[in-house]
């Protein structure tokens, strides 16, 4: 069983930077890989960005890349996506997301099966 733990959302301002975490109860996430989707109300959840915790690979969303970052935190074990250049079209919950997926889909919402319970961002004036 694989507990997440996703937090740091919040309310922002146009143009900020922001970083979210994710932690598991293991401290550790072994082979698997991580990743944050979001959903904004009335729309579906989206993928984000993802990160393989042992060999490090990352891949991101064409809405978010160039902006973002996602890492991992050995000693902490945890996991981050850090996002510049916030835009009111980022606003959503925020959620991280751990299994083994196949590279093929790693970006799709039913290939996770351990969810964080979610975070809210709110990119505002």
């Known amino acids: 069983q694989v507990q997440l733990i996703d937090a740091g959302g919040g309310v ?7 970083r979210l975490s994710c932690s598991t ?12 989707f979001r959903q904004a109300p009335g ?6 960005a993802a990160i393989r915790w042992s060999g490090g690979g990352t891949w991101y969303a064409d809405s978010v890349k160039g902006r973002s970052s996602t890492s991992r935190d050995r000693a902490r074990g945890a996991v981050y996506l850090n996002i510049d250049n916030l835009i009111s079209e980022d606003t959503a919950t925020y959620y991280c997301a751990a299994e083994r997926p ?3 889909t790693i970006r799709s919402v039913s290939a996770y099966y351990y969810w964080g319970q979610g ?3 709110t990119v505002s004036y």
Do not use: M, N
């Not at 922002?12 to 922001?18: E, F, I, T």
């Not at 109860?25 to 944050?36: E, I, K, N, Q």
């Not at 729309?43 to 984000?48: A, D, L, P, Y």
């Open 12 to 18: 922002v301002q146009p143009g900020d930077s922001l």
């Open 25 to 36: 109860s293991g401290g550790t996430f072994g082979d698997y890989a991580v990743a944050w």
């Open 43 to 48: 729309k579906e959840r989206e993928f984000v």
């Open 102 to 104: 196949i590279v093929s």
């Open 119 to 121: 975070t809210q961002v």
